[in-house]
């Protein structure tokens, strides 16, 4: 493993699904169209994502040390391997590319209307890509610091909004038709929970593979735990105004006002955008670069990390025409369009390994 | 706004290319400078104000017009 | 260079350059070109739709001034210190008028400080949709913003110096909270308002305020804000009013009795606490309310000339327990003639009743005023204070 020297710890894993997790959904809730049973459709998702992460965790179990991109060209052979590699990449560039677009729009709508869009998504980049150059290690360990403030600063918006409150507005339990909480729960589980498929480009690095997967479910957990709870908490303090907010964790903390101190903490939701977007962004980046120079046989991923920064900073401007259609795009398009990344390939890939065989057993790596 | 791109983007290209240079990784220099071109292209283009395709909203689009959502 | 001198070299400048972006980058805004809105009114004209909004802004330097010196916002010779400033204007909706600061001001207003929306009772008949939609769509707006209904002219309100306060909106927000707690008047927020509009079957409310005038000391005769009522909206148009009375009663049924005074003709008693529950049943086609109410208090005033009996505490409890009866029928009376669920009965029949809110939903209107219902008060009277016996003695 010439690209990448580094190792991280089990502990380490679950930290930076945590923080991936969070990623945008700090802002943008999962879970949407579904009403005040969001949480439910969380929930559900969350299952789902649990699913989807046993199948991919089982890949990576099975090929110790590879990234999704070696294990491709084990499995389908060199030409088709690096072909479905190359799809696999895109998801992940196109991944991060839409982290960058949420971040964007909610930047530029609260908290920064008149910076240009470029110069954020710009300094944002700049950041990553330093983290991403210096390896997967130096990523983890920040996420170690930045994922346990993340979530302090969240339990205690909780606790800060419990006078607020209102248990009523959680009922009915399951008012919502079941096809509209099923294809909610779908869509919670596209975003984000099944987006750590994305660390088929991480597992490979872990330092004792058989706990990977472990490591994998607990931090879904958390964070699918926390989730849940902050979408109930949401639904329960804005009523039905939850449903037409964009972003609904950005207006309930705008409610906090405890003895006249304690108020405009919306803020702190833009800083915990800000931290776990940056995690979430870094792995999808560095899933892309390690993957790009992988396929392309280079040396190192380093020299390709600032163009392929700025590719993605283009294509998050241009990606939609306005916040509208990237709503439209995550609560539509997306369940749909992620499937074949987040389960088509590791399942297919899986699915010809067993019956393959291959590696065969008793043997290390190639 | 292009000669700040350009600026920019030269930079970029200094920072890199030395290393790559002295190394000998030529390999690497092209896809680099691939990567690099493709970059300094869409951003005059983005600058210059021609819309690119918005490309979820195409995916979305053609989703959504596949199975009717 | 060795390479870890130039690291350092550019650490160095990336840590000066930084610091530059960090004051709130391109949109950085300086205090002294802010002109910071206290309070927001809007006035629509019947006749042309007109909207006349009326900024009150702080002005700074008058603030200081006042805290340092006389604390009650008088100067020497008995001038109310200007510390606010109204301005005005007038277009074809909300956003056009919100646009023409500049016509009247040397500053961007800003609005992160607005403790209240007034709105003229005139503006509010015809309907204030288009209000609420910037509010809920723009950013800036805050969802905590109180919103108050004027008897007159919501300029006319916005322009009063009254009280201790320095800075009038202050101060009335203050005012509509207080009378909450006392569980006179609601005080209702932006969210809430909105919150119960989104429920397409409960009443948006909020409390109305009125000018008196009082003769002061010297004969001299000063302008007073007081709440004298709740505004009761259908949908985005204002459709009646609750008195004082009923709008307590308002208040004992959804559960928003905090500190408070329940007043006999011969005793006064302080609410201690106070809980009310909204039950729903459906029985066939009619739909019973029961409204279960829980309450204790302290005696605080007893106007007989007796000594206290257990007798006695039984009869206020009972006396007591009709009274907030009456103030909660009351405030459902008048509901049922509104026609609109202030009480947000529908919302908890939805609650309890999934299935059939679906068909009743759309007849809420037909339905609301014949339900049935019952309030059941239990009431226990802790404490009757610090003498058991009388001070006269008949």
């Known amino acids: 493993m010439f690209l990448e020297k580094g190792k991280i710890s089990n502990f380490q894993l679950s930290v930076l699904i945590v923080g991936f997790v969070f990623g945008s959904s700090v802002i943008i809730s999962p879970g949407g169209g579904a009403g005040h049973d969001g949480w439910i459709a969380v929930a559900i998702g969350l299952m789902e994502g649990l699913l989807i992460a046993w199948i991919f965790t089982a890949l990576a179990k099975q090929f110790k040390d590879k990234t999704i991109i070696e294990i491709n060209s084990l499995i389908y052979g060199k030409i088709l391997g690096k072909c479905i590699s190359v799809l696999f990449i895109w998801y992940l560039f196109h991944l991060g590319a839409l982290v960058l677009t949420n971040y964007m ?50 339990i205690s918006d909780t606790f800060l909004l419990i006078p607020h409150i209102d248990l009523s507005n959680l009922m009915p339990i399951l008012d919502v038709p079941i096809g509209k909480l099923l294809l909610a729960s779908h869509g919670a589980a596209s975003f984000p929970f099944a987006e ?27 964070a699918g735990f926390i989730l849940i709870i902050v979408v109930a908490r949401n639904a329960a303090v804005l009523g039905q ?19 006249d101190i304690l108020t405009r903490l919306e803020v ?69 369009y992620a499937v074949p990344f987040q389960i088509g390939i590791p399942l297919l890939t899986l699915g010809i390994a067993k019956l393959r065989k291959i590696p065969p057993k008793g043997e290390g790596n190639i | 706004m292009i000669s700040l791109l350009l600026i920019g983007f030269v930079m970029v290209a200094l920072w890199q290319i030395p290393s790559l240079v002295r190394t000998g990784w030529w390999k690497e220099i092209i896809v680099f400078m691939v990567l690099w071109s493709a970059g300094l292209i869409l951003s005059v283009i983005v600058s210059m104000g021609i819309k690119l395709p918005p490309i979820s909203t195409i995916i979305n689009k053609s989703i959504t017009g596949m199975f009717g959502i | ?43 629509i004209d019947p006749d042309t739709g007109e909207v006349t909004l009326t900024y009150q802004s702080i002005i700074p330097n008058e603030i200081k001034s006042s805290s340092s010196g006389s604390g009650g916002g008088e100067q020497k010779g008995g001038n109310p210190l200007r510390t606010i400033q109204l301005d005005q204007d ?29 709105f003229g009772k005139d503006g509010v008949q015809r309907g204030i949709y288009p209000f609420l939609d910037t509010q809920a769509r723009n950013p800036v707006a805050r969802p905590n913003v109180l919103m108050v209904v004027s008897e007159k002219k919501a300029s006319d309100i916005l322009g009063i110096q009254d009280g201790m306060e320095n800075i009038q909106a202050f101060g009335m927000a203050s005012e509509i909270k207080l009378s909450a707690t006392f569980t006179k008047y609601p005080a209702v927020t ?68 905090k500190i408070g005074f329940v007043m006999l003709p011969e005793a006064s008693l302080e609410i201690v606490t106070a809980k009310s529950k909204i039950v729903p049943e459906l029985q066939g086609d009619q739909i019973k309310i029961t409204i279960e109410i829980d309450e204790e208090s302290n005696l605080i005033e007893y106007k007989g000339h007796q000594d206290m ?86």
């Open chain 3, 190 to 257: 932006v969210l809430e308002f909105q919150k119960r509009l989104m429920s397409q079957t409960t009443a948006p409310i909020a409390p109305m305020v009125g000018i008196f005038e009082e003769t002061g000391p010297e004969g001299k005769k000063t302008q007073k804000i007081r709440i004298t009522g709740t505004a009761v909206f259908k949908g985005d148009k204002m459709i009646g009013q609750l008195n004082e009375r009923e709008s307590s009663g308002l208040l004992w049924g959804i559960n928003k009795i």
């Open chain 1, 196 to 222: 750590t498929a994305a660390f088929l480009m991480v597992l490979a690095f872990v330092d004792k593979p058989e706990k990977g997967p472990s490591a994998v479910f607990r931090g879904l957990l958390i």
């Open chain 3, 90 to 118: 007038t277009g074809s909706s909300s956003y056009d008028v919100l646009n023409r600061y500049t016509q009247h001001g040397s500053r961007i207003p800003f609005y992160q400080h607005t403790q209240v929306y007034v």
């Open chain 3, 1 to 43: 260079m060795k390479r870890g001198q130039r690291f350092k070299i550019y650490m160095v400048i990336l840590l000066i350059i930084i610091p530059v972006f960090l004051s709130g980058c391109w949109d950085s805004k300086e205090l002294n070109k802010l002109s910071i809105v206290s309070g927001l009114g809007w006035d």
């Open chain 3, 309 to 394: 009996t257990s007798d006695i505490l039984q009869e206020l409890e009972k006396d007591q327990a009709k009274e907030i009866e009456s103030q909660v029928m009351a405030a459902v009376e008048k509901s049922f003639s509104l026609d609109a669920d202030v009480f947000g009965f529908g919302e908890a029949v939805h609650r309890k009743y999934k299935k059939e809110w679906q068909d009743l939903k759309p007849r809420w209107d037909e339905i609301y005023p014949d339900i049935e219902v019952v309030v059941k008060v239990k009431t226990h009277l802790n404490e009757i204070g610090d003498i058991n016996k009388a001070l006269i003695k008949d």
């Open chain 1, 268 to 336: 702190v939701v833009g800083i915990n955008l800000i931290t776990m977007g940056f995690i979430k962004i870094s792995v999808l980046f560095y899933g892309t670069v390690l993957g790009l120079a992988q396929i392309l046989n280079l040396r190192s991923y380093r020299p390709i990390i600032l163009p392929v920064g700025i590719l993605m900073v283009i294509l998050a401007l241009t990606n939609v025409g306005n916040t509208l259609e990237m709503f439209e795009f995550a609560t539509k398009g997306y369940p749909v």
């Open chain 1, 105 to 154: 729009h909610f930047f530029n709508l609260q908290i920064y209307p008149a910076t240009p869009k470029t110069v954020e998504l710009l300094l944002l980049m700049l950041v990553c890509a330093s983290t991403v150059g210096r390896g997967i290690e130096v990523l983890a360990r920040l996420s170690i610091i930045l994922v346990p403030l993340t979530t302090l600063l969240i």
């Open chain 1, 241 to 259: 105004m939850a449903e037409i907010t964009i972003y609904p964790t950005y207006l309930a903390a705008q409610v906090i006002d405890i003895g």
